[in-house]
C-alpha cells in the first residue's frame, strides 16, 4: 500500500512542476525569439532590455544570451558588467573560454579576482547545481512526509526509520539555505565604491577600488557587504556590488 501511495504522490508532484514549467518556458522562448532577432538587427539597447528582463525573472535562460549581454556592455565599454554575465556564462556552462576571455579582460583593466588559479571544480558543480539539489531533497522529505502520515494515520504503525529519514533530510535542506553558500562573490560594478574597516561611514578607508573587480562575499549587514579584499576584510555598501549567482 505504501509504493501505491509513494508513486501516486510522485506522478502528482511530477505533473504538477512540469505543467508550471512548460507555461513558464514558452512565455520565456517567445521573449528570447524576439530579443536574439532584435540583437542580429543590431538594436543592441532592445535586446539587452529584454535579455535582462529574463534574467531577473530568476528562471530557465539561455547561456547564448549571456555571452551577447556580455558582448553587449563589452562594446559599450562597461567591462565590470561584461564580466559579469561572463561569469554567469561560466557557472551555467562551465566553458573555460569563458574564463580566459575574463582573465584577459581583467588584465587589461588590471582588476583582481579573476586569477584561474585554485579553481574547485567539484565546488563550482555544487554551486550550480545547488537549485536542483535544494529542490530534489524537498521532494523526498514530502513524499517521507506523506508515507509518515499514512503509516500513522491509515496503518496505525509508527514510522520511525521515515520520520528518522525525513528529520535529517529537512537539517540537511535548512543547513544547505543557510549556512553553504560559502563562495558567494560579486563584482564591483559602480565608479566611488569605499571600502571601510566597519560597517559604517564613519570608519576608517581602507581602499577606493576601480569597478569591476571581483571580490569574496562574507556576509551582509544591513547596507553593508562585508567582503575580504587584499587579503582583509571591510565592508562595501551593497549598491556597489552586483552578486553573482550560480
Not at 509504493?3 to 506522478?11: D, G, P, Q, R, S
Not at 543592441?44 to 556580455?70: K, P
Not at 551555467?92 to 576571455?101: E, I
Amino acid at each position: 500500500m505504501q509504493n501505491i501511495l509513494f508513486k501516486i504522490i510522485t506522478i502528482i508532484i511530477i505533473s504538477l512542476f512540469s505543467n508550471v514549467e512548460n507555461a513558464i518556458s514558452q512565455d520565456l522562448n517567445y521573449d528570447l525569439a524576439i530579443a536574439d532577432s532584435l540583437f542580429e538587427k543590431g538594436k543592441y539597447t532592445e535586446s539587452y532590455d529584454i535579455y535582462n528582463a529574463i534574467l531577473n525573472t530568476g528562471e530557465q535562460f539561455s547561456a547564448a544570451m549571456l555571452l551577447r549581454m556580455a558582448y553587449i556592455k563589452e562594446g559599450l565599454g562597461d567591462h565590470s558588467n561584461a564580466l559579469y554575465y561572463l561569469n554567469r556564462y561560466y557557472y551555467k556552462t562551465s566553458n573555460k573560454l569563458a574564463l580566459n576571455k575574463m582573465e584577459k579582460l581583467a588584465d587589461a583593466h588590471e582588476l583582481k579576482g579573476y586569477s584561474q588559479k585554485d579553481k574547485n571544480i567539484l565546488l563550482h558543480l555544487f554551486y550550480k547545481n545547488f537549485n536542483r539539489i535544494v529542490f530534489f531533497l524537498s521532494v523526498i522529505a514530502f513524499i517521507l512526509l506523506g508515507i509518515s502520515i499514512y503509516s500513522k494515520l491509515k496503518l496505525k504503525q509508527t514510522p520511525y526509520w521515515s520520520s528518522l529519514v525525513l528529520t535529517i533530510l529537512l537539517c540537511s535542506i535548512f543547513y544547505l539555505v543557510n549556512f553553504s553558500r560559502l563562495d558567494n562573490r560579486g563584482i564591483i560594478i559602480k565608479q566611488g565604491a569605499f571600502i571601510m574597516s566597519g560597517p559604517s561611514s564613519g570608519a576608517n578607508l581602507i581602499d577606493s577600488p576601480q569597478k569591476g573587480h571581483k571580490v569574496k562575499i562574507l556576509d551582509q549587514e544591513d547596507v553593508w557587504l562585508k567582503i575580504f579584499w587584499n587579503g582583509e576584510t571591510g565592508y562595501i555598501k551593497s549598491q556597489f556590488v552586483k552578486p553573482l549567482q550560480f
